[in-house]
């Protein structure tokens, strides 16, 4: 491989702690209070965030989030209101997008028709005056490296979309950036080519060394791509962490619903120790004990969030009686791997309930209007004070 | 089924007969021997040979020609600045003005143009002695006007057709605006700027009245001639020309017509692979 001066072992030892939690390290891209107002409309409401050299950075929101202003902030096509952007320790302030040592790939790949997939890829090293012989290596090499390299010669609208996508990443990496951004990448593939090709885009990623930041709204893509997460929402990023961090232990309500399916209950503190709480739901009907500590005042309105996955589905009551609610199958949906099932409390609340199916036969499990019992461990489980 | 494609056949028949029967006459009546236009006297190539003796209708023709150029080519200059600002610049002040101006030669009568723009030659002679008298420059610049509203609005659709983020990936790839323009953008509206040119060659040749409001002695276009001795009656001569336009017409309109073919036909085939 051509890249070997720019390969970097992958994270070996266990205990060498990520850049993100070791105290004091540089940030490789920092965002210091950016706002970014449109009009009346905040896009971008004082976020601040460091970035880490070789992470795989993921901005995950819904539409209107904010987050592709702020990939395009960093990209320099639209200037912060206020704030400022820091790359390699170099303030972004003014430095124009032609100028910038980032590169960006585009949700619509944004190929030039006119231009053959060599020289789209050779676009950006034709701008930086390289000479033509060096030109035509590199662009072979990157070709080759997403395996392209017998496309050459074809133009945009003879690929596939799955082809566009990598001469896209290939035309935005050539020019080898300290700071790739990415747009929605995957968006435009089919579900297969997407698995394949998330995988693909995390073994260029670790191979370059490059830094990415990618925008998403598809929580499956930020999760399996990421080394860490922001999620944002309305301007401001909720919560930044790693993948399974944001999974398990959601910081708010907006987290814990836009990541995945949770069910929620709500219900006051009714004993808050240290290291455990106990928490009286009306909506299900029982006391739902917590094994973490939280902090809050007395008789404070809270939720508790369990994902369907961690809750176990009974005929029989459990021995254990923690954690136990009752209530009748309502809806049954077999999805091959696993089965989801919609069980209707006293209360009238509805909880969503998965189980893999471990067995291939059905016809002595569960059935419609079945009465059953939902219980789970208290540290599946996690309370949301906001 | 039947009797509904046999209304269609007589239909398509009629149509084609209505557009093409007079062409067919003319160019028939451009091969009769009879001095009179109207009576049939044997077939004969006569009025070809006097039309390439009458230095008065080639002379014109060569102007016409000139005129169509070089207003067609500055046309589509001007309109595609113009253009290019109009859809690209985002709002700014002025711009329904600039718009306005752009479309008005498209809706404006061109009596009224041809008048207005005689009023201005004569009154910017008076003030600057610029341009001195009337012929084929003020011809060309009256031309330039009313084709470059067609550039414009043709090259502004083209751009909003066109996907913003292709200049954007360009910039972030190195581009600075000025090769921008040149490597991305100007390709990608080539086609549209093509026609843009044809457009107002064809116009340009085609005008009639603006050309007679702001032409000088000694500078008569083909329409102008043509329409001049058309007036004294009809000539054979004139018949022989216009079979000759219709001619070079046919066949670039033949041409084009193949070439896009060739074009679609080819992208199919690629994107079946």
């Known amino acids: 491989m051509s890249f070997s001066e720019q390969i970097v072992p992958s994270p070996t030892s266990a205990e060498q702690l990520p850049l993100w939690k070791q105290e004091g390290a540089e940030p490789f891209l920092r965002i210091e209070n950016v706002t970014k107002n449109f009009g009346e409309f905040k896009a971008v409401d004082n976020i601040s965030l460091d970035i880490y050299k070789k992470e795989l950075f993921c901005l995950l929101g819904g539409s209107g989030s904010g987050k592709s202003t702020l990939l395009r902030m960093l990209a320099g096509f639209e200037t912060p209101t206020s704030g400022r952007i820091l790359i390699d320790g170099v303030d972004m302030a003014g430095i124009q997008p032609w100028e910038r040592p980032v590169n960006m790939m585009f949700q619509s790949y944004a190929l030039f028709p006119h231009l053959s997939v060599a020289d789209n890829v050779a676009f950006g090293l034709k701008r930086e005056g390289v000479a033509k012989a060096e030109i035509k290596k590199r662009v072979a090499e990157m070709l080759d490296m997403v395996q392209l390299g017998h496309l050459g010669k074809r133009k945009p609208h003879q690929l596939s979309g799955g082809q566009r996508q990598r001469v896209a990443l290939a035309r935005a990496l050539i020019k080898r950036p300290k700071l790739l951004l990415l747009d929605e990448p995957l968006g435009a593939l089919d579900k297969k080519l997407r698995e394949e090709t998330q995988f693909e885009l995390i073994n260029i990623q670790e191979e370059l060394g490059v830094t990415f930041v990618v925008v998403t709204h598809d929580q499956e893509e930020a999760m399996t791509l990421a080394t860490r ?138 059935t419609w209007n079945d009465a059953v019992f939902l219980h789970w461990d208290e540290d599946s489980s996690v309370v949301l004070t906001s | 089924m039947q009797t509904k494609s046999r209304f269609l056949t007589v239909t398509a028949g009629l149509g084609y007969l209505f557009l093409y029967a007079p062409i067919f006459s003319l160019i028939i009546y451009s091969f009769n021997k009879s001095k009179l236009v109207t009576v049939w006297g044997g077939w004969s190539l006569k009025w070809y040979s006097e039309l390439f003796e009458n230095e008065q209708i080639i002379n014109a023709a060569l102007l016409s020609l000139k005129i169509a150029f070089i207003s067609a080519t500055l046309a589509v200059v001007l309109g595609t600045m113009a253009g290019f600002v109009l859809s690209r610049f985002g709002p700014f002040k002025g711009k329904m003005i600039l718009s ?152 670039g309109v033949i041409g084009a017509v193949y070439q896009m073919r060739r074009q679609a036909t080819l992208t199919v085939k690629l994107d079946d692979k």
């Open chain 1, 229 to 366: 997460i922001g999620v944002m929402n309305q301007g401001i990023i909720v919560q930044t962490d790693e993948p399974h961090d944001v999974y398990e232990y959601p910081n708010s309500k907006f987290v814990a619903d836009f990541i995945g399916s949770v069910n929620m209950f709500e219900g006051k503190v009714i004993q808050d120790e240290p290291d455990s709480v106990q928490i009286d739901s009306k909506e299900a009907g029982t006391t739902l004990f917590v094994n973490h500590g939280i902090s809050c005042s007395p008789d404070q309105v809270v939720n508790v969030a369990i994902r369907p996955e961690k809750i176990r589905i009974s005929k029989k009551e459990p021995e254990k009686g923690v954690n136990c609610i009752q209530g009748i199958i309502e809806e049954i949906a077999y999805m091959g791997s696993l089965s989801v099932f919609r069980v209707r409390l006293a209360s009238g609340k509805e909880v969503r309930v998965t189980q893999p199916n471990f067995t291939r036969s059905m016809g002595d499990r569960f």
């Open chain 2, 100 to 251: 306005g101006w752009v479309t008005a030669p498209l809706v404006m009568p061109e009596v009224i143009t041809g008048l207005s723009l005689l009023l201005l030659f004569v009154a910017m002679e008076g003030l600057f002695g610029w341009p001195s008298g009337r012929g084929t420059l003020t011809i060309i610049i009256a031309h330039t006007t009313f084709c470059l509203a067609y550039v414009a609005v043709i090259v502004q659709s083209r751009l909003a057709s066109m996907d913003e983020t292709l200049e954007e990936a360009a910039m972030d790839l190195g581009a600075k605006p000025g090769s921008l323009f040149f490597l991305v953008t100007l390709p990608l509206i080539m086609p549209a700027i093509i026609s843009g040119w044809l457009l107002s060659f064809t116009l340009s040749l085609d005008d009639l009245v603006i050309a007679s409001f702001v032409s000088g002695p000694g500078n008569s276009t083909l329409p102008m001639v043509i329409f001049s001795k058309v007036r004294l009656g009809v000539t054979p001569e004139v018949n022989a020309l216009a079979t000759l336009m219709i001619a070079v017409v046919a066949i």
